[in-house]
């Protein structure tokens, strides 16, 4: 096709939250920017008023919409009305490219372009993983339904971005080298995300920023504070930012463990605002793909401890002493040793020079669109 060619892309994905809600975000402004008429169907029965407002902003911008219809977590006996609504909203939006991020968005983006397929329109079906289905254990019941559905899908894919090398190699690893063409496009950042953040008068020790779900280890920060507390025989303060329905069970961790108001919950809100809140953020997560959140924080000149997981070693080097295992006591010495030698510590980072030239939005958004392109040629 044409290189100039403008495009009707429709980003589908289950819930508009975390990383891979930004991920489409930065996507659809760049995308829009470049000419093309884009849109977004996403369930609406995920977020609160933080991502209700992101979406209001989006949506003026947007020529196709944001269309919000009801969409299962799990897989159920629902998923057939569900689908068969957002069947009828994406068909409608008739796409040039259909976008499916996260396991739901990438099954039912794949299933509607092939039906699609049949009444004469053809989308190019792009997936995009953002680990979804691949956290789970390949020896598992629920890990072996998962990876099968994936093979099945891979037989209606016309290409699979994988944002690190991490999410590729799990790819095949646990469901098998893919049939489809893939290629790795790292997360990128807007220019003024390199501006430094300021740390605030009198701020906390550590920051946690994030979903409040196990995954993201919420649970292991408060734990790891409190053993910090005790090597380094001081009390700590902390402040977490975040939703989710776990929610109340990590404020009555914090407070079991008794730091009282020594550890501050806050509802969801911008990164950039919540990096001043503290001196050291930690990203203690159990499982990533390719986490935005850190990639912001270290752009603004954050100091960083984070598990290595994911893709997250591909950001800092595999032997940046930054690292740890998730797990508390390994984070809690990584807590010592930061607070110990805070500007040593924040002299390990990684280099600005070297996150603009490595994850860029920009850098982001043309690799994506060659894909999409490579696609559409060889439908046609």
Do not use: W
Not at 26 to 31: E, G, N, R
Not at 215 to 233: N, R, T, V
Request: proline share 5%; charged share 25%.
């Amino acid at each position: 096709m044409p290189t100039g060619e403008k495009l009707r892309i429709v980003h589908c994905f289950r819930s508009p939250v975390g990383g891979i809600f930004r991920h489409v975000r930065d996507l659809c402004d760049a995308q829009r920017a470049a000419g093309h008429e884009v849109g977004i169907i996403c369930d609406s029965t995920t977020g609160g008023t933080y991502e209700a407002n992101l979406i209001a902003e989006l949506e003026p911008r947007l020529s196709l919409g944001v269309k919000r219809t009801p969409m299962q977590r799990h897989i159920g006996l629902g998923d057939l009305t569900a689908a068969r609504r957002a069947y009828g909203v994406v068909r409608g939006m008739r796409p040039d490219v259909l976008h499916g991020h996260g396991a739901k968005g990438g099954v039912y983006a794949r299933v509607f372009g092939s039906l699609m397929r049949l009444s004469g329109q053809k989308p190019a079906r792009i997936y995009s993983p953002h680990g979804g289905s691949l956290h789970y254990a390949a020896e598992t019941a629920t890990g072996r339904f998962f990876f099968s559905i994936e093979r099945m899908m891979d037989r209606l894919t016309d290409h699979i971005l994988f944002v690190s090398d991490y999410e590729r190699r799990t790819f095949e690893q646990k469901v098998g080298l893919p049939r489809a063409p893939f290629t790795l496009v790292y997360n990128g950042l807007t220019a003024d995300e390199f501006t430094p953040v300021r740390t605030m008068p009198g701020a906390a020790d550590f920051l946690y920023i994030g979903m409040m779900r196990d995954l993201k280890g919420p649970d292991l920060f408060i734990d790891a504070l409190a053993l910090a507390e005790k090597s380094l025989d001081r009390s700590l303060t902390a402040v977490m930012v975040g939703d989710g329905d776990d929610l109340g069970r990590y404020k009555r961790q914090a407070q079991d463990l008794g730091f009282g108001d020594r550890i501050r919950f806050l509802p969801a809100m911008p990164a950039r605002d919540a990096f001043s809140l503290a001196r050291i953020m930690v990203v203690p997560s159990r499982a990533e793909a390719m986490p935005y959140i850190v990639l912001e924080a270290l752009a603004a000149g954050r100091t960083l401890i984070a598990s290595s997981v994911g893709g997250i070693p591909e950001i800092f080097g595999e032997d940046s002493p930054a690292l740890t295992q998730p797990d508390c006591e390994a984070i809690a010495a990584k807590m010592h040793l930061a607070l110990s030698d805070h500007a040593a510590f924040h002299a390990i980072m990684p280099s600005l020079d070297d996150l603009r030239m490595r994850f860029g939005a920009d850098v982001m958004a043309a690799a994506i669109e060659t894909a999409y392109r490579a696609s559409l040629k060889a439908n046609r």
